[in-house]
């Protein structure tokens, strides 16, 4: 036997594939996409019989023709890697439908074990199979059992050793296509002359006179003369198609259904009754004309409210832990310095803190995924687009459109990166493109400190009211946008029907959930954290580079020299003179933050009298200068020694600031000034903006340190009011502007990355990047002039533009599309794709 | 109803819910009549028309015991005699 034997796992959608493969493999799994598409390739290993097996989940396709990409990558799979053994997954309660597939597999001669599946279902429903029968029509092993519960795992494995010992059937699996067959035996004698194509020939004699896109594409690589075969092939479609009056295509799809009709038939000994299943009754109150609406909305409350508020508060249980690994790394870098740290300590700090950020998302990405996969599991999915389908189609989006733009944040707080990931459901291209495209305009979590700052800082008057504006607006904004994409820049895009089974009800596992959770989970840090880690270190070059010029930072150094002078002459003479001396200053200053770390989150009496021993014991003058109690000489050291802190830390201050001005992102900011005007925008806010890309939360921590000190670097005064003391010419129309440009602006770097593996393109992500950046000025730019030209103030000018976009979002919706509905006899409602 | 068999002749976007239908012929091929064929919409098929959407389109039907939701549009080119 050979070392590694590779089997395969087919099956339709909705027949518990993923359920199989998990009972099969357990969680040993990798997952990655097949070559050239953004279809999944999930892969596992275990043990058959005495060797190892590689079992590939084919993606879910209802046949193996090439419309979908999922159809292509399954017919490729059987077709170019040989699997050893196919196990074709059916859903036993719907035998009929799921034995269409089945057919197909046996026609391309695949070496085919079928596993019913769901059998519980089939018995709930009162149907009786007879599995025996099923495997003696059929010419294969069968074999039964419940995913979901990991019943059947012997017997399928059994049944797959079974088949890999069986010697090839000498007569193969053959579908009758009655007046059909002359043609197909025509065109099986042409391909003969090319004797061995790789692909079955009866199989491709009837997908070629199918007019199947594919089959030709591949006929045109393999075959000799695809010239006189394409000749034969149009001559015996026409043919047929006169003496019967269908097309070959048609024809041929309803024998094989006739066929896979006949087997469900053999092989089920009592049919389900006709009474009403517990699905039915379950979708009479969610797909209701008014119950079902309010069931969505309560979904989705529910979903925010577990992941986002119920993630975020989790987040201050694991940000401890960051702030350890933080810890823990800075103990390994360079010590600080007493004006500037060393290069690497605060490229080390600034990387530390970049990936921080990220990661303190994954609770909140944990919870989001896990509640998405209940939805996903129960089959929820479906309903919910079933509901709102017809709102959404009318601005080129979709049903399924509404999970990803509730999880990015459709009101006030959400994340991109999963809103983006969801976007996967939706089964049609151009809908699907359109929504991820619109997903960076919601309200992602990191969004709501600069609108909190703002309206806090200019809308006090009418605080909630503007924050209702600013989360609602962005909905009346993305909605027009993608009707305007879908349009144009996406209008010859493949669109698929929507066509959908609701499939049955079921209680997930919470196996299967927690998998697919952490699936994603590790996807996220897999595809995002090193990217967002590689992206870190060149914003921290634009923040840090060129630096202080040398003469100025002399002059820093005098400043910090007199304060030293200063201290030197309080402790002159004291007992602390010789441990304030020299180097001795700094590594007190070090001593105190260690100390003050230490202390932290310590509330227990006894163990803070634990970490002080420790420290007295370290060194008990410094302890003394720390805590001087009742000793004078300390006390004025102590004095001294925060009279030089305190000046210390104001020329840190203005060398940040300075460093900030003269970087290259102030270079920047500066440099986009002349087209930030209109908009409002001065080189602060630019340089505030610019650092957002890296994270939406730097934009307040940037402007934050750039008011701090316009402020006199006053730490206890609070952010808004050091901005408004900042910018004193600021007005709310300022704020109005900067609010509505953060609500456009482009994805951050994880979003934009997530949008490249999601789309397989690079060209989307530049494109996501590029139109919210030109649409935000020219927005914010529209309200900023407009406003000042009209004479309106901020809150007028707000409400304006609310009215404006609301109004923007029904004419685009009542804009019929250019192509409506589809057209009859449509062999173009799917452009068939030219090559595999 | 004592109409003639031929006047039972509509699309499946005319059954009201409730209704139900033989599926007679599905008039378009290519990727649609495809998928229409996979979900089980086959010449000689029942079909009932369960309901509509909340905003009456898509419709959600039962063919061979099992639900499927279409657009109208789509269910339009289902030719469908009504029962």
Redesign the interface.
Known sequence: MSARILAALAG?PNCGKSTVFNMLTGARQHVANFPGVTVEKKSGHFKLGGSSCELVDLPGA??I?S??PEERVTRDFLLFDHPRVVVNVIDA??L??HL?LTVELLELEANVVVHCNMMDVAER?GQKLDIEALAARLGVPVSSGVGRKGQGREKLAAVMTQAMEQPPKDEPFRVDYGPLEPHIRAVEDVLAEGGELGAPRRWLAVRLLEGDAGAMAFVGEVFFDPVRLGALVAERQQAFGEASGE?P??FA??AR??LA?NLAQAATLKA?GPERTA?DRI?DLV????L??VILVAVLFVLYQVSIVYGYKLTNYTWPLLAGLKNFVAGYLPPSGMLEDPVLRSLGLWFMDSINALLNYIPIFFLLFFCVAFLEDTGYM?RM???L???F?SYGLH?QSTLPMVLAGVYLGGCCVPGVMACKAIPDDKSRLATILIIPLMNCLAKVPLYVLLVGAFFPQEASAAMFFISTVTLFMALPIARLLSGTLLANLDS?????????YHMPTLRNLLTRAIEKVALFIQKIVTVVAAVAVIVFVLLQFPGISREHKAVYQQRLDEARGQLDAAVAGSRFETALTGDGLLHFLRYEDAYKTARTGVEDAEAAKAVDARFRDDNPDFFAILKPRADAAAKTAQAGVKAFAAARDGITLEMRRERLETSFLGILGRALEPVTQFAGFNWRVNAGLLSAFAAKESAVATMGAIYKLEAGGNDNASLEDSMRKGEADFTPLHALALMLFMALYPPCMATSMMIKVQTGQAKWMVLAILYPMVLGIVVASAVFTGARLLGLDGVTAMWSFYAVAVAATIIAGLIPHRT???L???????P?TPTP | MDRREDDNRTHLGAIAPGGQCTVAR???????????????L??GETVTV?????????I?IKV????????R??A??VEVTAK
Not at chain 1, 287 to 290: G, Y
Not at chain 2, 28 to 39: F, P, S, V
Request: aromatic fraction near 6%.
């Open positions: 339709q209802y046949s023709s419309y979908s309660s719907n009929r439908r269409c429903r097309s295509a048609a799809a309803l259904r006739r009709r389900a699905t979708d797909c209701h004309k008014f079902g609406p479906p687009a079933f509901i389908d017809r709102l189609r049903g698929a029907p929507f066509i959908m089974e609701m499939p049955p409506p509905g589809v009859p006899v449509a062999g173009n409602a799917c068939a | 599905v008039g378009c091929d290519g990727c649609l009549g495809q998928r229409l064929g996979d979900l089980g086959v010449p369960v309901r509509n959407a909340p905003l009456r389109d898509p959600e061979s015991g099992f639900l499927v939701s279409l657009r549009c789509e339009s080119l």
